[in-house]
């Protein structure tokens, strides 16, 4: 009997992705998708006059773009029990004084992670570009993106790596495994406002 042709074909020919390297997403259309990194950013905390600032110098810089562009918002799972086992530990020695706001915190962390609201926002500003130069293009144009971005006081952005699109791309595809699996060669786990707390604590 004759081998049966398979319907639907693999998993792979239903992505619309060809390569990744060099820091950008190469797709089977031909487009070649670059991207920045936006940090989450909290406007409540800004004057009113710093919030027509902050989101002026953002319009400014998308609207500078003579290519098709995207804003892609995703919510990315927090496994917090490696941090929580560092604080843990940390609490052992600490000062005295500290202990009751070091409890505090752990405590609203276990909270968190118990009700499965460890989650953070992640922010990306996509680019695409077409022909044989769009690589090059993308590597020229993509920090200075970047660095536009941050004329808003207080944003961090920063042009995406193999790395970064890695965790992107399991993101969308596998965010359901976010919490409890390790990014292949990904970014750190943490989110930038854990690590920075951790670096202090262990600084401290």
Known sequence: MGKTKRQGGSAQDWLPLQDLHGGLLFRRDGAVVGGVGVAPFNLSLKSASE????IAA??????????PWQILSTYRPVDLDAHLGTLDRLLEDADPRRKP?????IGELHRLATGGE???RRYYVLVVRQGADAPAEHRQHLPQL???LMRARGLRAWVLDDAAWRELLFLTFQGHHA???TVPDGLPRLPPALEEVRGHAAAD
């Open 101 to 105: 706001v070091l409890r505090d915190y």
């Open 51 to 54: 919030t027509r600032a902050v």
């Open 58 to 67: 953002v319009h400014q810089a998308v609207n500078a773009l003579q290519v």
């Open 118 to 120: 460890a989650t953070e």
């Open 179 to 181: 919490a409890q699996e």
């Open 146 to 148: 970047a660095q536009d």
